[in-house]
C-alpha cells in the first residue's frame, strides 16, 4: 500500500509562487495515475490537476491552467505541483492522489477515481 505525504505548502503574497511536492513510499507510483486536489473552507474537494503513469499525459482545471504545472519524477517516487502566479481564490488544504483506474482517462476530476491520498498541505495567499 503506498503511503503519500504532501510538502511546500506556505502562506504567500499573491502574484507569488509555491511549489507543492507529494513522496510517496511502500510502493513505487511508477504505475499510478498521479492527481493533485484542494480544498476551501466550507466547500468541496475540487480537482486541481492530474498526470498520467508516464507523465506524457496531463489534465488541469480551467481555474489554473496556464498558472499551475504537475510534473512527476518517477526516479525519486515523487510528483509535484509548481503553482506560480497564485491568487487569494487559491488558498486551499492542497492533496495529492493516487488512481490506479482504467476508468482514470474519462474521470480524472473525481475524487472517487483515487484510492489513496496523503494528509494534505495547507495553501494560504494574501492580497
Known amino acids: 500500500q503506498v503511503q503519500l505525504v ?8 499573491a502574484g507569488g509562487s509555491l511549489r507543492l511536492s507529494c513522496t510517496a513510499s511502500g510502493r513505487t ?9 484542494r480544498q476551501a473552507p466550507g466547500k468541496e474537494r475540487e480537482f486541481v ?3 498520467s503513469e ?3 499525459i496531463t489534465y488541469y482545471a480551467d481555474s489554473v491552467r496556464g498558472r499551475f504545472t504537475i510534473i512527476r519524477d ?9 503553482m506560480n502566479n497564485l491568487q487569494t481564490e487559491d488558498t486551499a488544504v ?3 492522489a ?8 474519462e474521470r480524472y476530476s473525481s475524487p472517487a477515481q483515487y484510492n ?12
Not at 6 to 13: D, R, T, W, Y
Not at 98 to 105: I, K, L
Not at 116 to 127: A, E, I, K, L, R
Open 98 to 105: 493516487a488512481a490506479s483506474s482504467f476508468a482514470w482517462r
Open 116 to 127: 489513496t491520498w496523503g494528509q494534505g498541505t495547507q495553501v494560504t495567499v494574501s492580497s
Open 49 to 51: 490537476a492530474g498526470i
Open 74 to 82: 518517477n526516479a525519486k517516487n515523487a510528483v509535484h505541483l509548481q
Open 6 to 13: 504532501e510538502s511546500g505548502g506556505g502562506l504567500v503574497q
Open 54 to 56: 508516464s507523465g506524457h
Open 94 to 96: 492542497f492533496y495529492c
Open 29 to 37: 507510483l511508477r504505475n499510478l495515475k498521479m492527481g493533485w486536489f
